[in-house]
């Protein structure tokens, strides 16, 4: 038996990278960076402390209310009893049987956000919906928190899925740096985000390749109400929040009225303009969209509008829009709007211009490489048919029965009478807390697999408890990156935590459905047949991989998948031939004007873009809620993940709420200052920081703390998604708007 007092090193890969981990007594004790990483992440250096932090889930734990009464009062305060795992995964099979058999599995909503682990194997979604279906079913969502706007949106405008859109064919770096002379980035593009990809990034070289362009003379112009949205030596126009919609039509009018716009590719390539025309020119409205129209709603000048405008008409430009802009009430509108202006300067197909979505959103984006799939988990066929948009989780509890339109369709909303969770956090990624609080009450019953006490652990009915990447084995893979890891099991599972394919297969043994939901593999052999079969379709592609045996020898490899050839430009096949590579929407061009969308007559998302105002922004600020409050991701964690050990660092809780002198000043808020940050909805800690890099009446405050205790007049950590509003971006899209939102902030 090998010394256990020896220290061992291994790499392991991460939603965030790869990092070397240093293991002593069965505990990760030290982390640092994986040398080919040019700029890696510092988010590994919480690893250590948080995998064994005091807040983790020791023993299945069933809530004592629930135990003892079938109680839902009491979620978010009551106790939890611990309890032996065949007890707990009885209890928890009954309930689903109980439920399956009196409601139908219609009543059941399995939600997950396939975040947990960039494991392939124990990818938590993957895992509950496999079992799920092998049990009969389940509600499930579609989306995603971060761009289900726009994955309903823009498969009207170009006829593509968006995802595919936004990984497969859109410029790589290397061809923005070589084609793209001014580089207009609405939401900037920030390295920090791009710190994390699904599935792990390993070179991190977003903020490298601005400075590369940059260099070369490019000029990139952050739209932003923060500087920081993009690297240091990109200009930055400073913008209201949600008022991108507005500039766009304003450069939209300069271009068409000093006939800078390109007719012949309108002509060519779209459809619809003569429609969205007068309403540009105001004709149908009685508003031309001017500059000076734009200038006030926008807090940008006009005379930089007009200069913008024929910058772009007059060089290789490059729109991108990143994801927080449909994070917000209307958010469809500036992503259909960038195409259109994208479309008037005519350069949609070429190398290094027309629009791109996400750069900097995610690592992966702009990665140039020889598209690899494979190693996913199958998750077989969903009885039930009923999907929900991911953003309405709360409405649904509310509102069972109800009906809700979402693009083109209506629906009525199911009866959940049980939830089951895994590989996510609601009460981090979900808007207005305190609300959903209430509505979480609704059903009988709520089973999470988790390995931390987080708030949707706390107000669920039975936790069993999770293990975390490093107690397991895996293999690291992502489609956006060209690195293969073998993720060894580090450390014993810590205290009696099993990983979701072990609680699965025994809930689906208790089911009667465990030769479904196995196959009669354990987890090693599922893990050998994945990897098998992705060699298999590697040596089909000509790309060489290495055997399971070697890659766990050797830890790693970087697969020989980079694309030295530029990146497939957005559309660049259907620019060469619009007939025979025509798009997949109903006329076969993009839609400037959309009959379908127009169809479905929703006053919030008519037939082509227009400028709506949300219910909150500076547009009309109020004495109780003046402040716009922008809830940007955190630099130190993806999404909540970690959050345990860094609530421990001394000075890094609250969360510091980033605020421009002149607000601050008004409130006599000095750096530093604890504040409370406040509207209708909730409150919640900060701490000051004050910046000149950051519009007059915003104030950002990432994401990312730990939802506190309910009832609590004010959320102690931190949480922005106490603030946030809780409707959905349109009728047509139903994503989340986040970034709608109006805020005070006075000193604590």
């Known amino acids: 038996m090998a010394d256990r007092s020896t220290r061992k090193t291994k790499i392991t890969s991460s939603h965030w990278g790869a990092f070397e981990v240093d293991v002593e007594d069965d505990r990760i004790v030290a982390t640092r960076p994986f040398g080919p990483d040019p700029a890696p992440s510092r988010i590994p250096e919480s690893v250590p402390a948080a995998v064994h932090h005091r807040s983790r889930v020791s023993r299945p734990s069933i809530r004592r209310q629930w135990l003892e009464h079938r109680d839902r009062a009491g979620r978010g305060s009551d106790p939890f009893v611990e309890v032996p795992w065949d007890e707990a995964l009885d209890l928890a099979a009954q309930e689903i049987d109980r439920v399956r058999k009196s409601h139908g599995n219609e009543a059941i909503y399995g939600g997950s956000y396939g975040w947990g682990s960039a494991g392939r194997f124990h990818h938590a979604q993957s895992q509950l919906h496999r079992f799920l279906n092998c049990a009969g079913g389940y509600v499930a969502s579609f989306g995603s928190y971060s761009t289900g706007c726009a994955q309903a949106i823009m498969p009207h405008v170009f006829g593509t899925d968006f995802l595919a859109l936004l990984y497969e064919h859109q410029d790589g770096w290397s061809t923005i740096h070589a084609h793209t002379e001014t580089l207009v980035m609405f939401g900037g593009i920030n390295p920090k985000n791009a710190q994390v990809s699904m599935g792990g990034i390993t070179e991190h070289d977003t903020g490298s390749w601005l400075d590369r362009c940059l260099a070369k003379g490019a000029r990139c112009i952050n739209i932003s109400p923060q500087r920081s949205d993009a690297t240091a030596g990109c200009e930055w126009l400073a913008l209201r929040p949600s008022s991108d919609t507005a500039l766009m039509l304003a450069l939209a009018y300069v271009l068409y009225t000093e006939d800078l716009a390109d007719h012949a590719f309108l002509d060519r390539y779209t459809v619809g303009f003569e429609q969205f025309l007068p309403y540009l020119l105001g004709q149908s409205d009685g508003q031309p969209k001017t500059p000076d129209w734009a200038g006030p709603l926008c807090g940008v000048a006009p005379q930089a509008i007009h200069d913008l405008a024929r910058r772009m008409a007059a060089t290789r430009t490059l729109i991108t829009v990143a994801w927080s802009l449909q994070r917000a009430e209307h958010g469809e509108q500036p992503y259909w709007m960038a195409s259109v202006l994208a479309s008037m300067l005519g350069q949609i197909g070429l190398p290094g211009g027309g629009v791109g979505f996400g750069y900097g959103a995610i690592g992966g984006v702009g990665k140039s490489l020889i598209g690899l799939r494979g190693m996913t988990l199958p998750q077989g066929v969903n009885p039930v048919d009923k999907v929900i948009p991911v953003a309405r ?356």
């Not at 207005?432 to 949707?456: C, G, K, M, S, Y």
């Not at 009667?512 to 050998?528: C, M, N, P, S």
């Not at 766990?552 to 998948?561: C, G, M, S």
């Not at 950051?694 to 009832?711: C, E, F, H, R, S």
């Open 393 to 748: 989780v709360a409405d649904m509890l509310r509102n069972p029965g109800q009906p809700y339109d979402f693009n083109g369709r209506r629906e009525a909303y199911p009866d959940i009478r049980l939830i089951y969770w895994a590989g996510g956090n609601p009460y981090h990624h979900h808007q207005d807390l305190n609300a959903l609080h209430d509505a979480w009450q609704r059903p009988e019953t709520i089973i999470v697999n988790e390995p931390f006490w987080t708030a949707t652990a706390k107000r669920a009915d039975i936790v069993f408890p999770a293990t975390t990447p490093y107690e397991r084995e895996d293999i690291g893979r992502s489609n956006l990156d060209d690195y293969l890891f073998h993720m060894p099991q580090l450390i014993p599972p810590v205290g009696d935590a099993r990983d979701d394919y072990a609680i699965f297969a025994g809930l689906a043994a208790r089911l009667g459905v465990e030769d479904a939901f196995t196959e009669g593999r354990t987890a090693t052999e599922w893990t050998t047949t994945l990897y098998d079969a992705y060699r298999d379709l590697a040596a089909q592609a000509g790309i060489a991989v290495p055997d399971l045996e070697t890659l766990r020898r050797e830890n790693w490899v970087r697969l020989p998948i980079r694309d030295n050839a530029p990146n497939q430009t957005l559309l660049a096949p259907f620019r060469a031939a619009p007939d025979t590579s025509p798009l997949p929407t109903p006329s076969g061009r993009i839609e400037i004007f959309s009959e379908t969308i127009a169809g479905f007559g929703y006053d919030d998302c008519p037939g082509h873009p227009m400028w709506l105002p949300p219910s909150e922004w500076l547009g009309n600020a109020t004495n109780a809620a003046p402040l716009h409050l922008v809830s940007p991701q955190p630099g130190d964690k993806l999404h909540s993940q970690l959050e345990a050990a860094l609530a421990d660092v001394p000075g890094a809780r609250p969360v510091a709420l980033i605020l421009h002198p002149d607000d601050a000043a008004r409130r006599g808020i000095v750096q530093g200052d604890l504040v409370r940050v406040f509207n209708a909805r909730g409150a919640c800690r900060a701490r000051a920081t004050i910046s000149t890099e950051i519009y007059p009446g915003v104030v950002a405050l990432p994401t990312g703390a730990w939802y506190g205790d309910p009832g609590s007049n004010i959320d102690p950590q931190g949480n922005p998604n106490v603030l946030t509003l809780d409707v959905g971006t349109s009728r047509l899209g139903q994503g989340c708007s986040a970034h709608t939102a109006l805020v005070d902030v006075a000193r604590l």
